[in-house]
């Protein structure tokens, strides 16, 4: 069992050291994202090593703004 002040050193290493960004997928419109997200084991990892691909140029994947 986790003590509260395991609890609080957790939250204070969190918010010194981890940054949380939110992805929103529409259920109809990214039915494939969704998909092949649901097939992987670690969709941290998996999304982590996409963008470290594209940031190192192998499989560089080109920006669209469609706005």
Known sequence: MTTEAQKRANAKYDLHHTKQIKLKLNI???ADI???LETVP???TYIKDLIRKDISGRNSVEFCDNS
């Open 34 to 36: 969704i998909a092949k």
């Open 42 to 44: 670690a969709v941290q």
């Open 28 to 30: 109809k419109t990214d």
